[in-house]
């Protein structure tokens, strides 16, 4: 067995995602399964697809979960929508866009990409300007990821579907809110998303180990029109358009992860939707206040340069003339906070603050502490008053 060290006290857990699980959650996930036949089974899964439609804010969205992570879902996604051939255009955001292309362009479906800005949200005018060039409609759908968690730059899907409309082209649009879904404003039917993909593991408050997706009847009609041309079994969502538990999953429910996130539904409805959001805004304020003062010693910066486009859930802060990694690991080892590194193209300039999920003011602002602690144990210049900026912040943060 191996030795390992003990620290007393807590270890701060504030990568974005996986998240701090609530007690409430986790104790539900450890429930005992059900056998197949168990009248309680179709309930739980009924209260799950209802409590996260009220959370999307959709009236009638087919949801399909899966036994997956994101990944999963960002799979299932292109071979229900898309036939192998087809075009799908995916604005760039850096780290989370690219990795979504290149699994789309896996399965055989073509990828145009909008430019790319690294700090600056998705341009709509590019979303505009690439579908109005294409006069054909070979682009069958437009992907977008809400926030890209690398970057931690969060981009206007309203805007983004206006400038579809404008463009009147048909695509349908789907959004990634992996990082975002429970932190960040959304709303299905209102902003016009047709399909919607995320993850357990992030705001949602559970365990990592459950994806789903939420189509519109536009988008099940696509799925229907693809039917034969693109090979997929497991992910299908025509397969799945049926209620008997054993059908709708392919196979057994992942029953644990749908206790945990009826309990997780629970949680955010108890709290209450729009105090969900504002407290996410309130805890992005400190952060922020924080990293704005951190950045007058000229080492530090923030990756987003657009303020408005900052994200409630995540911030990225860029490093230069200091080792990223480095900060992470004093930060963790001697302050038992754990961050989260830079991704992609950020590796080895960027480390990340988690502030999404289960979190209340005074977890940020130990978070807060033991980051400013590691950066004043590496000599890292960090200007003064950051963490009585971020108590501010959240004094003066409406609730
Ligand atoms: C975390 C994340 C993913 C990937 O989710 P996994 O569960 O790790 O596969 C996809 N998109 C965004 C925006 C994310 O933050």
């Known amino acids: 067995m191996s030795k390992e060290a003990y620290f007393a006290g807590l270890r701060f857990l504030h990568s974005p995602g996986p998240t701090h699980v609530p007690k409430a959650v986790m104790d539900a996930f450890s429930g005992q399964p059900m056998d197949m036949a168990d009248p309680r089974l ?3 899964i009924e209260d799950c697809e209802a409590g996260l439609r009220r959370v999307l804010k959709t009236e009638a969205a087919h949801i399909f979960f899966y036994a997956a ?7 299932a996604v292109t071979v229900n929508l898309m036939a192998p051939g087809q075009q799908v255009l995916i604005a760039s955001t850096g780290h989370f866009s690219d990795y979504w292309a290149e ?3 896996a399965v055989g479906v073509s990828v145009v990409r ?6 600056f949200p998705i341009d709509p005018e590019h979303v505009e300007q690439a579908l109005v060039a294409d006069k054909a409609h070979a682009i069958k759908a437009v992907y977008i990821v809400h926030t890209d968690t690398a970057s931690s730059v969060t981009s206007d899907v309203p ?3 206006q400038a579809m409309d404008r463009s009147k082209h048909p695509a349908l649009l789907v959004v990634d809110v992996v990082a975002t879904l429970g932190a960040a404003p959304f709303a299905m039917d209102q902003w016009g998303v047709n399909v919607v993909m995320g993850a357990s593991q992030k705001g949602l408050m559970c365990p990592p180990g459950m994806a789903f997706c939420a189509a519109d009847e536009r988008a099940i009609a696509q799925t229907r029109a693809t039917a034969g041309k693109s090979p997929r079994y497991y992910w299908d969502w025509i397969r799945r358009l049926n209620s008997a538990a054993y059908l709708k999953f392919c196979g057994t429910p992942p029953q644990n992860m749908l206790m945990a996130l009826r309990a997780a539904i629970q949680l955010f409805e108890r709290e209450g939707h729009e105090q969900v959001l504002a407290r996410h805004r309130q805890l992005a304020s400190a952060v922020q206040a924080a990293v704005g003062v951190w950045s007058t010693g000229g080492v530090l910066d923030f990756v987003c340069q657009v303020p408005a486009a900052r994200s409630v859930s995540v911030t990225s802060i860029a490093v230069k003339g200091a080792d990223p990694d480095e900060i992470r ?3 963790r080892e001697s302050y038992n906070v754990s961050i989260a590194s830079g991704l992609g193209p950020f590796r080895g300039r960027v480390f990340r603050i988690g502030h999404l999920g289960d979190l ?3 977890m940020v602002l130990g978070c807060l502490a033991g980051v400013e602690a590691g950066l004043r144990a590496l000599a890292i210049p960090i200007g003064d008053g950051a963490i009585e900026a971020a108590t501010r912040a959240l004094g003066s943060a409406k609730l």
């Open 69 to 75: 992570n994101g990944h999963g879902a960002w799979e």
């Open 360 to 362: 209340s003011a005074p």
């Open 114 to 119: 909008t430019p790319y800005r690294e700090g």
């Open 103 to 105: 699994m789309t362009e």
């Open 329 to 331: 690991r004093v930060v």
């Open 42 to 44: 179709e309930p739980l």
């Open 159 to 161: 805007a983004i579907r």
